[in-house]
């Protein structure tokens, strides 16, 4: 009989205090620009967010940027903008909106100990990216495509993987849920050898839809980063080697990741105001954290309850904490 699932999740409320810091936090900094400077570089921002966001809230949050937090928490209750904006264009939604919510994933950073992290490879460049469908790109399977997107772990492709990703749903659909399974779910269903070929430096890995190519080279699969463990794991075929060993491998984990996705896989089906923030493949000392996909085609025409163009958005940050790359 399988054991239940080694992956930690928690539901919490936004208080109404943290509620309304966000809200008036974001009216103070309205013109700053989150997407192309790095707001935790702002002492007095810093010093708002840490002085004021309530206990509980900071206690979490601390403690998952230390590695020893739930490895999925759900943070229902977060400000969004009622109505947004109803332009075609994403970049003017984005310009005619509030900065709650990039307020809200900069705090998460910030508690968490963490920087913004951006990859110039990306379609997104900037610190706060739009997970938001665009028609010329409907085909992808990305942040700003329609398709189901595969379980992956974030930038797994680049050296300094974020550690964890925080996501805020501003508009969501039903049916498309954001799904996550277990590094831990994962690697219970591989022999010790496989996992030992995994950790070798051996494979190279290639970026995915939504960015331009760029590959990791000479990398281990389950790879040790200080104190920290990164699992550069991808559903899809894009972790490549010559070594038959470890194509081997590839093909274990292939067929563990297939294993755990039969029993193993949560879903958040996100809806405005809900925010949920995961340990992207990484764990302090031992392999954690999760891989993320989307189940369920994103809709490009407008919402059943509106005539204007509604499509799901999230914003999304990757959060990376301080760690030093080490071969081991």
């Given at each position: 009989?399988?054991?239940?699932?080694?992956?930690?999740?928690?539901?919490?409320?936004?208080?109404?205090?943290?509620?309304?810091?966000?809200?008036?936090?974001?009216?103070?900094?309205?013109?700053?620009?989150?997407?192309?400077?790095?707001?935790?570089?702002?002492?007095?921002?810093?010093?708002?967010?840490?002085?004021?966001?309530?206990?509980?809230?900071?206690?979490?949050?601390?403690?998952?940027?230390?590695?020893?937090?739930?490895?999925?928490?759900?943070?229902?209750?977060?400000?969004?903008?009622?109505?947004?904006?109803?332009?075609?264009?994403?970049?003017?939604?984005?310009?005619?909106?509030?900065?709650?919510?990039?307020?809200?994933?900069?705090?998460?950073?910030?508690?968490?100990?963490?920087?913004?992290?951006?990859?110039?490879?990306?379609?997104?460049?900037?610190?706060?990216?739009?997970?938001?469908?665009?028609?010329?790109?409907?085909?992808?399977?990305?942040?700003?495509?329609?398709?189901?997107?595969?379980?992956?772990?974030?930038n797994a492709f680049i050296e300094d993987s974020?550690?964890?990703?925080?996501?805020?749903?501003?508009?969501?659909?039903?049916?498309?849920?954001?799904?996550?399974?277990?590094?831990?779910?994962?690697?219970?269903?591989?022999d010790k050898a496989t996992i030992n070929t995994?950790?070798?430096?051996?494979?190279?890995?290639?970026?995915?839809?939504?960015?331009?190519?760029?590959?990791?080279?000479?990398?281990?699969?389950?790879?040790?980063?200080?104190?920290?463990?990164?699992?550069?794991?991808?559903?899809?075929?894009?972790?490549?080697?010559?070594?038959?060993?470890?194509?081997?491998?590839?093909?274990?984990?292939?067929?563990?990741?297939?294993?755990?996705?039969?029993?193993?896989?949560?879903?958040?089906?996100?809806?405005?105001?809900?925010?949920?923030?995961?340990?992207?493949?990484?764990?302090?000392?031992?392999?954690?954290?999760?891989?993320?996909?989307?189940?369920?085609?994103?809709?490009?025409?407008?919402?059943?309850?509106?005539?204007?163009?509604?499509?799901?958005?999230?914003?999304?940050?990757?959060?990376?904490?301080?760690?030093?790359?080490?071969?081991?």
């Open positions: 009989m399988l054991s239940a699932t080694q992956t930690s999740i928690k539901e919490i409320n936004c208080s109404a205090f943290d509620h309304d810091l966000i809200i008036n936090i974001a009216e103070e900094f309205k013109e700053f620009d989150f997407y192309n400077n790095e707001i935790i570089n702002e002492s007095s921002f810093v010093h708002k967010v840490i002085e004021n966001f309530s206990k509980p809230m900071q206690e979490i949050l601390g403690a998952m940027g230390k590695g020893c937090g739930p490895d999925v928490l759900i943070i229902n209750n977060i400000p969004v903008d009622i109505p947004l904006s109803t332009y075609d264009d994403l970049a003017e939604k984005v310009r005619n909106k509030s900065r709650q919510s990039e307020v809200a994933l900069s705090s998460f950073c910030v508690l968490m100990g963490g920087l913004l992290q951006r990859e110039e490879s990306s379609h997104q460049s900037g610190y706060i990216q739009q997970i938001h469908p665009l028609k010329s790109y409907k085909q992808e399977s990305s942040g700003r495509g329609a398709e189901p997107l595969p379980f992956h772990v974030e974020p550690s964890f990703l925080a996501l805020v749903c501003l508009t969501g659909q039903k049916n498309i849920r954001t799904e996550l399974v277990g590094v831990k779910d994962i690697l219970g269903f591989l995994l950790r070798k430096p051996i494979y190279t890995i290639r970026s995915a839809d939504g960015f331009r190519p760029k590959q990791l080279e000479n990398t281990a699969v389950i790879h040790d980063l200080d104190s920290w463990v990164l699992a550069r794991i991808y559903e899809e075929d894009r972790i490549l080697t010559s070594d038959p060993e470890g194509q081997m491998a590839i093909v274990n984990l292939k067929n563990a990741i297939d294993q755990a996705k039969s029993f193993y896989v949560t879903f958040v089906e996100l809806e405005p105001g809900t925010a949920v923030i995961f340990s992207n493949g990484m764990g302090r000392e031992t392999p954690a954290g999760v891989l993320h996909g989307r189940s369920g085609r994103i809709s490009l025409t407008p919402n059943n309850q509106s005539n204007m163009p509604m499509q799901r958005w999230l914003q999304r940050a990757c959060i990376k904490v301080p760690y030093t790359l080490d071969q081991r």
